[in-house]
């Protein structure tokens, strides 16, 4: 089993809904949380980070981790084609960092 | 644009082979991370280096090193290349020394083993 997994998708979803992407994970001893955003072609650009459980909001960005259940989400509002790509959970502590696959997001007009 | 340069964009060899994978990182970033993207593994962690030594390891292979030099690039050496070894290899650079810290991710260099 993946220490980290994570739907590929891809997902599809109409412009202007609300995207749920999600992780779960089975290292307890993660403490730090990661999304990155990856256009096809580029390389990754971080998007949101947490430390520990809780939630972050950035813009239409919404980070949430749940250490309980060792699940993490990220929530998009108001979706924009812009928004197409594809989003990687990552998560460690000190001496670990694990990625997981991505999930490939399409906001169609 | 990131400002962490990587070359070359492209590489295609032959099993057997050795390549050489380099990268400058931002002006002012003293780390810098080594990334494996294949389609079924994802993004692989293999090393950090933080002002020319070693900090991290991650997935790393036997027959794959690394150095970063005193003006701060980094190689990336792959050895012994096998087919599996075709992925797309990123760079990315930080200022700090730590692994959960934002990493500004280069244009990535695609390797193809034939």
């Known amino acids: 089993q993946k220490e980290v997994e994570q739907d590929p998708g891809p997902l599809s979803v109409p412009e202007g809904a609300i995207v749920s992407l999600n992780c779960t994970y089975s290292n307890s001893a993660f403490q730090y949380f990661m999304w990155y955003r990856q256009y096809s072609r580029k390389g990754p650009e971080l998007l949101m980070y947490?430390?520990?459980?809780g939630n972050k909001e950035d813009g239409r960005f919404t980070a949430q981790v749940d250490k309980s259940s060792k699940y993490i989400s990220l929530f998009i509002r108001d979706s924009q084609p812009s928004d197409s790509a594809t989003y990687l959970c990552?998560?460690?502590?000190?001496?670990?960092?694990?990625f997981g696959t991505g999930t490939r997001l399409q906001v169609f007009p | 644009d990131s400002g962490v340069t990587q070359t070359p964009k492209h590489l295609i060899t032959a099993t057997g082979q050795r390549v050489t994978l380099r990268c400058s990182p931002r002006?002012?970033?003293?780390?810098v991370y080594w990334y494996q993207q294949s389609l079924d593994q994802g993004l692989q962690f293999l090393i950090q280096?933080?002002?020319?030594?070693?900090?991290a390891k991650g997935n790393i292979l036997e027959r794959f090193s690394a150095q970063q030099f005193p003006d701060l690039h980094s190689e990336l050496n792959l050895s012994s290349l096998e087919l599996g070894d075709s992925a797309l290899y990123f760079c990315?650079?930080?200022?700090?020394?730590?692994?959960?810290?934002?990493?500004?991710f280069g244009p990535g260099t695609r390797l193809t083993v034939l």
């Open positions: 002006s002012g970033d003293l780390s």
């Open positions: 947490t430390y520990s459980s």
């Open positions: 990315a650079s930080s200022a700090s020394g730590t692994l959960y810290n934002e990493q500004f």
């Open positions: 990552a998560m460690g502590n000190t001496d670990k960092l694990i």
């Open positions: 280096y933080y002002n020319g030594e070693e900090r």
